[in-house]
């Protein structure tokens, strides 16, 4: 029975992925035959143009995460170390976000309980776990958005919360899953691939930490623990920056 329910969860996720591939591929396809109308004025080209390559973008986003879950999977990505500055790292990656919070009217805060603070981590990995986060939040909060981190004596906590209507307590164990993600999204109409909060999961897991969701005083958080010290794990599969 579980192998015959994850055949179809990986079928169901495949099918999925497969949607979210015709979308930009039919759109693609209809304004590029729009663009060979002769009579077509430069402002609709110039617009044309602007949405094929936004579509050409989100294909490609699509397919560098359905890779990245492939490497992860298989234990073949391997994390690129450096002694990073994480007050820096979280800055960037805030500011790269503001324009979409401001866009949808969000408010959207940066707190932190350390002035300086440099672990040996993967910065472009974490960053895209930020990123996804902030994503995430940014399509289904209500009016706030906020950002956190925190150290402990063993722990770098990364906290990520909005106010919007929240994940059902039943779904909660299995939203990191791929497969359920799929699932879920043949019931309503989906936001995004869905692969953003695996994907998560994947680096943090490989980086030694937890990365959790719950729900408390009308806020949905998801929590990044990330070990100071790292450790070595069976899935550990790291190398070193050079200088």
Do not use: C, W
Request: aromatic share 6%.
């Amino acid at each position: 029975e579980a192998l015959k329910l994850n055949d179809m969860l990986k079928d169901e996720f495949i099918s999925t992925v497969t949607h979210e591939m015709k979308t930009p591929i039919t759109s693609i396809r209809a304004f590029s035959e729009i663009l060979l109308d002769e009579n077509l004025d430069e402002a609709n080209k110039r617009k044309f143009l602007q949405i094929i390559i936004d579509e050409t973008g989100r294909m490609s986003r699509l397919i560098d995460q359905v890779l990245d879950l492939e490497r992860f999977d298989s234990g073949k990505q391997k994390l690129n170390l450096v002694k990073t500055e994480i007050g820096e790292l979280i800055k960037e990656t805030a500011e790269s976000m503001e324009q979409v919070f401001a866009e949808k009217g969000l408010r959207f805060s940066v707190l932190q309980n350390f002035d300086h603070l440099e672990l040996l981590l993967d910065p472009d990995r974490i960053r895209q776990v930020i990123l996804n986060l902030l994503s995430n939040a940014s399509k289904f909060a209500s009016s706030t958005v906020l950002l956190q981190a925190m150290e402990n004596e063993e722990d770098l906590i990364l906290e990520v919360k909005d106010d919007g209507k929240g994940i059902p307590e039943e779904e909660m164990p299995y939203i990191f899953d791929k497969f359920y993600q799929a699932k879920n999204q043949t019931t309503k109409k989906p936001i995004g691939s869905g692969l953003g909060l695996a994907i998560s999961k994947k680096i943090v897991d490989y980086h030694g930490g937890t990365l959790l969701v719950d729900r408390v005083e009308e806020l949905t958080t998801f929590r990044v623990i990330l070990p100071k010290q790292l450790k070595a794990y069976p899935n550990f599969n790291t190398q070193l920056a050079h200088e």
